[in-house]
């Protein structure tokens, strides 16, 4: 049995020891590990210690240090952990460094793509995995001392672009502009070729690059050199582009060899599989976040509809009975939000603030909110617009009200006659839209409700049936006032599109009186207009031009000038419009019927 005294202990050696004691414990099980203890307390008993030793690096396996650098995805740290020791700077592979890389994000992932591009396509020389680190990792110009902007007082070089590695270098810009040179304009024949290198589309290295810490030749493979003897040699540009072509191939050929091929090829599936994982990990990680944003807005929804539960209940007992009983308390669960959405404005006003927090839904606040629900339902049935009385009291109203405005009578006939009972009761898409309904009528003015139901397309269309209504003369044919109608259409939307001519981009209306002013111009041009167009049909010329037609005996012939005619009613009215004399008019409109004739005849 060995004893190891303190000051044999104190000899022990952390990394190797030759120490016959030590051998002989290492040979013998039973004291192995008092040996092992023994290394790794070195100083610790003594009183003189006053930090205890660690555990060097080295005792590490080396096949352990990829498995343990891979769970880094960070490409800065792995450049820190490159700078420790060799052990570490040995166990960094070309597949760590793209994953990390990748995995990084921006700029780190910008740069890595540009010098992907670059090595892809054979532009530069294939770095060695650490370059390829170091140039991911770039700070300042790597030319140092020999940079163009070296800061003397500072001591530093030029700061990099944010992203870009030119050339495959990592050099600022001063040092590009002075080591590169642009061919220019004049080149006559294509130097932009896929297997050239360069800056800005034109600028291409002139000298050839040596990286100082290692010696090695880094950067592009044709050097702007290359291309100017080319262009001095020949003459011809046939031979200038094979002649290109084979310099391009023979140094590429030399400049790459087997071991870069290689490496090379490592770069390359490592990158495309580190994509492919990064996609994978980014569709998993928002997978992964929505699902517990649906888990926890279904456990809030969960939760409220358990807490308003109560509270629909008794609000139910208030409606037992009531004309709208069945609508009252139609709702819908968001998930989304947790949020509880009743189909309809009135109980939305009311039962909303109950809802959202049911913990303070008193008796007497419950009370409160069906009254005023009551309310709401009962106003808008008073007013025609709910139950059974829809339309008919909307109806009445209009024939009983002789002072009402035109454009007025327009909306609230227009809802009557084409739209639901449903669409004012109906949740609006904004909150302010359901509000306004509600302002207008406590104000009792059912226009102002009309309007804000009523979309843009919907303003046009009251106007129209409104004009045509006003304006049709007793036993016209179904074709006249479809004809009148498509008139008021195109008169609506000429001064409604908002300033985009030719298309059918119309203005909403937030205010009645705005409408109403709209509404009478565009009655008034309308007014002109038709007669322009009555007076036109019975105009002595054109009553002859007609005749010549019906005189040929071909009735089929004869009916083109009418259809002519009647493409006056689709809104090409000419640059005096409604103003302007008649006879301005009629022989601007006369070859433009005259037109549509011949383009009906072919």
Not at 119 to 146: D, F, H, W, Y
Not at 561 to 587: K, Q
Request: one cysteine or more.
């Amino acid at each position: 049995m060995v004893v190891q005294t303190r000051r044999k202990r104190k000899h022990v050696s952390y990394y190797e020891s030759d120490s016959d004691d030590d051998t002989a414990a290492m040979e013998e099980p039973d004291h192995a590990m008092e040996v092992i203890q023994a290394k790794w307390r070195g100083k610790a008993g003594s009183k003189k210690a006053k930090h205890p030793t660690k555990a060097p690096f080295e005792m590490v396996p080396d096949e352990l240090l990829p498995q343990i650098l891979s769970y880094l995805d960070n490409v800065r740290q792995l450049y820190h952990l490159s700078n420790m020791n060799k052990s570490l700077r040995y166990a960094i592979s070309s597949e760590l460094v793209i994953r990390a890389a990748v995995f990084s994000g921006n700029p780190y992932t910008g740069t890595l793509d540009g010098l992907m591009c670059e090595l892809s396509n054979r532009k530069i020389r294939v770095p060695s995995t650490l370059r390829m680190l170091r140039l991911l990792n770039a700070k300042a110009c790597e030319r140092g001392k020999q940079c163009f902007c070296y800061n003397l007082e500072k001591e530093e070089s030029g700061p990099l672009p944010h992203v870009t590695r030119s050339f495959g270098l990592a050099i600022c810009h001063p040092c590009i502009q002075a080591l590169s040179s642009c061919w220019g304009t004049d080149c006559p024949y294509p130097l932009q070729s896929t297997k050239l290198c360069t800056h800005g589309w034109s600028r291409v290295l002139c000298y050839p690059q040596v990286e100082q810490a290692t010696g090695d030749a880094v950067g592009p493979i044709i050097l702007f050199r290359d291309i100017k003897q080319i262009q001095y040699s020949y003459s011809d540009n046939t031979k200038r582009e094979a002649v290109l072509a084979s310099t391009i191939q023979s140094a590429t050929a030399q400049a790459i060899g087997p071991d870069d091929e290689k490496r090379l090829q490592q770069f390359c599936d490592s990158h495309k599989e580190a994509k492919s994982q990064y996609q994978d990990y980014l569709e998993a990680k928002k997978r992964m976040k929505r699902e517990m944003e649906e888990a926890i807005f279904a456990k809030r929804a969960a939760r409220k509809l358990e807490l308003a539960r109560p509270v629909f209940q008794k609000l139910q007992s208030h409606f037992s009975g009531f004309q709208f009983e069945s609508i009252v308390l139609n709702r819908d669960w968001v998930v989304s939000t947790g949020a509880c959405e009743f189909d309809y404005w009135p109980s939305n006003f009311a039962f909303r603030p109950l809802v959202t927090a049911p913990s303070t839904a008193t008796q007497r606040k419950i009370t409160a909110a069906a009254a005023t629900a009551k309310d709401i339902y009962t106003q808008l049935e008073q007013y025609g617009f709910l139950g059974d009385s829809f339309p008919r009291r909307l109806h009445q109203w209009l024939n009983t009200q002789e002072n009402i405005p035109l454009h007025k009578q327009a909306l609230v006939r227009y809802f009557a006659e084409h739209k639901t009972s449903e669409l004012m009761i109906r949740s609006g898409r904004r909150l302010y839209e359901d509000q306004a309904v509600r302002l207008a009528l406590a104000a009792g003015d059912r226009a102002k409700m009309v309007l804000e139901r009523l979309s843009a397309q919907d303003c046009r269309e009251a106007f129209a049936h409104a004009v045509e209504r006003a304006n049709t003369v007793p036993r016209s044919s179904r074709s006249s006032r479809q004809k009148r109608f498509q008139l008021a259409k195109h008169i609506w939307t000429r001064n409604n599109t908002g300033g985009y001519t030719g298309r059918d981009f119309l203005r909403g209306f937030s205010e009645v009186e705005r409408f109403g002013e709209q509404f009478d111009e565009c009655k008034i041009e309308y007014s002109i207009l038709l007669r322009k167009i009555l007076r036109y049909k019975k105009h002595p010329d054109t009553r002859a031009w007609i005749e010549d037609f019906r005189s040929s005996g071909n009735f089929s012939e004869a009916l083109l000038p009418r259809d002519a005619i009647d493409t006056l009613y689709e809104g090409d009215f000419g640059p005096s419009r409604s103003s302007g004399t008649f006879e301005e008019w009629r022989r601007y409109q006369t070859s433009l019927v005259r037109t549509a004739y011949l383009k009906s005849l072919y």
